[in-house]
C-alpha cells in the first residue's frame, strides 16, 4: 500500500509548480475510438442525462432510418412528409456503460429543434418542423422509459430556436424561424402568449438568408441573458423584458449564426466562497457575409479563422480578437471538464445547409482560456470520419467526448455523395485521459454520485490521488451537460469551485474543501458533474444534484 506523502514532497510540488508556467497535457494529442459504426439513426441532437444515457434524434420525415422500432410498432402518421407508416426509429438512447443503443419512438417532427433538462432531470425538448413545431416533447431517464409528446405545448412555431434552464426551473425558448420572440415552458395559469425580441429581427439578414438562428444564449452571473445573434449581443432582463446593456459588434463584422454557422461557449465561471462576479463568452469560427448565398450557387468561400472573447460582466465590454489555428465552420465547442474548451467538427468551406459544406475539418483544436493570446490552441489528432452539417458531441462523465451524426441530405443517403449520412459513433479522449497522467489522475471517494447539494454550502471532497500532489493545484469543477444541435451546446456551463483547503488524509487520500454555488444564477438547480481536478487532470465525474 502506498504511503501518503510526506510534507518535504509536498512542498517540493508547491516549488515545482508554482516555476513552472506549463500544464503537463501541453505536449499531448489525444485520441479517436469507434464506439459503434451504425446506430441506426444520425445524430442530429445528443443530451447526456445523470443515467449515464446520451439520448439522441435525428428527423421523423427523413424516411426510414437504419434503426427498426421494437416488437412489430410502426408510427402511422397520416401528416409525414416522408412515410405515412413509418417502421423505424428516429430517435435512441446509447448506454454509455454497456456501448449499446435502445430504439425510442418519437411521434412528431423532431427536426432542428432545441431542448433542456428540467431540475427533475428529465429531457423537455421543444420544436420541431411542420406538425412538430408546436410540440413539447419530454423523456424521463429510466431504462423503459420513452418520449411523451405534448400537443400544443408551445404558443409559437419553434423551429431553429434556443433554449435556456432559468434559475427558477422554467426553459426561455428564444427566436426561431420568423419568429421574434420568446416563451416559457412550463406554462403558468393563463400564460398561453410569446413576448416580442426586437433584437431577432434586427440581427435578420432577411428571410432568405437571416445568420441570426439558433441564437446562443447565456445565463450571466447576475441572472440575465447575454444572447448573441448574427454578430453582436444583448443583455436581456427577462424578468422585466427589456435590454440593458448592448455589446459592441465583432470587429469586422461577419456573422456567426446559423447558417454561417459559428459556436460559442460560456467559459469557465470562478467562484469563490460560492459567488462569482465575471464571466466570459467566446466566439468561434463561422462564414463571410455572402457565404450561404454563394454556396447554394456552388462557390464555396473558406469558413472564418477568428474567434471573438469578451468579458460580458465589464462596464465598458470589447471583444478580443484571435485566430484558431484552422478556418471551421459548423464546429462543435463543448466544455471539459478541466476548463479546457474542445474545439470540434465541421467544414473549411461554404455554408450550414444542404450539401453546401466542404472541405472536413477532421481536426480538433483544444482552447486553453488560462493561457495568453498567442498560445492558446492545441491541434489534437484527427479523426478518419467527417463530420459536416448536423454533427454533434457531448461530454461524457468519464471526460471523453462522444461525436456523433453528420448528415447534409434531407434523405438517408450512403452512396454518390461527397459526404455520405454518418451512422458512427466515436469517442474522443482528450490528452488528459493519456496513461502517463494516471498518477496525476485523481479520483473521487465521496460524496458518493448522485449526492444532492444545497446553494451556498460547505462541501468536502475526499480523493485518491497514486503520486505526488500538488496542494496548490487541486480544484473542483461542475459541468452542466448540453442539449448540442447545430454547432451550439445549449446549457452548458462550468464552475470553478475554488479550494479553500486540502489536506493529506492517509494512504494517498486527501480532502478538499469547498463551498457550492450560491444561488441559481450561478448554476441553475438541476444535475451536474462533479470532478475533482489536478494539475489539469481531472477524474471522472459523479453526478450532484443541486437544488
Known sequence: ??????????????????????????????????????????????????????????????????????????????????????????????????????????????????????????????????????????????????????????????????????????????????????????????????????????????????????????????????????????????????????????????????PSTGSAVLLPLKSTKGQATEAEVLVCGGAPKGAFVKALKGTYMDALKSCARIKITDPNPAWVMEDMPLARIMGDMTLLPNGDVLIINGAGQGAAGWDIGRQPVLTPVVYKPENVVGSRFVQQNPSAIARMYHSTAVLLRDGRVLVGGSNPHNRYEFSNVLFPTELALEAFSPSYLDAQFASLRPSIISPGSQVRLGYGRSLAVRFSITGTIALNSVSVTMVSPSFTTHSFAMNHRLVVLASEKVKALKNSTFEVQVTTPASGNLAPAGYYLLHVVHQKIPSAGIWVKIR
Not at 421543444?126 to 413539447?136: D, M, P
Not at 419530454?138 to 432559468?166: M, S
Not at 441570426?212 to 444572447?227: A, H, K, Q, T
Open 1 to 258: 500500500m502506498k504511503k501518503c506523502p510526506t510534507l518535504p514532497h509536498l512542498i517540493l510540488s508547491f516549488l515545482f509548480l508554482s516555476t513552472f508556467l506549463f500544464s503537463p497535457t501541453d505536449a499531448a494529442d489525444g485520441k479517436w475510438e469507434l464506439l459503434l459504426k451504425n446506430v441506426g439513426i444520425s445524430a442530429m441532437h445528443m443530451q447526456l442525462l445523470h443515467n449515464d444515457r446520451v439520448v439522441m434524434f435525428d428527423r421523423t420525415n427523413f424516411g426510414p432510418s437504419n434503426l427498426s422500432l421494437p416488437n412489430g410498432v410502426c408510427r402511422k402518421n397520416p401528416n409525414d412528409t416522408a412515410l405515412k407508416v413509418d417502421c423505424t426509429a428516429h430517435s435512441a438512447e446509447y448506454d454509455v456503460a454497456s456501448n449499446t443503443v435502445r430504439p425510442l419512438f418519437v411521434f412528431t417532427d423532431t427536426w432542428c429543434s432545441s431542448g433542456a433538462v428540467n431540475p427533475s432531470g428529465s429531457l423537455v425538448q421543444t420544436g420541431g418542423s411542420n406538425e412538430g413545431e408546436k410540440r413539447v416533447r419530454v423523456f424521463n431517464p429510466c431504462a423503459t422509459c420513452d418520449w411523451k409528446e405534448i400537443q400544443n405545448g408551445l404558443v409559437n412555431r419553434r423551429w431553429y430556436a434556443t433554449d435556456h434552464i432559468l434559475p427558477d426551473g422554467r426553459q426561455i425558448i428564444i427566436g426561431g424561424r420568423g419568429e421574434f420572440n420568446y416563451e416559457f415552458y412550463p406554462k403558468s395559469a393563463g400564460s398561453m402568449t410569446a413576448l416580442n425580441l426586437p433584437f431577432l429581427q434586427e440581427t435578420s439578414d432577411g428571410a432568405a438568408i437571416e445568420n441570426n438562428l439558433y441564437p446562443f444564449v447565456f445565463l450571466n452571473v447576475d441572472g440575465n441573458l447575454f444572447i448573441f445573434a448574427n454578430n453582436r449581443a444583448i443583455l436581456f432582463d427577462y424578468v422585466a423584458g427589456k435590454v440593458v446593456k448592448t455589446y459592441p459588434t465583432i470587429p469586422g463584422g461577419e456573422p456567426r449564426s446559423y
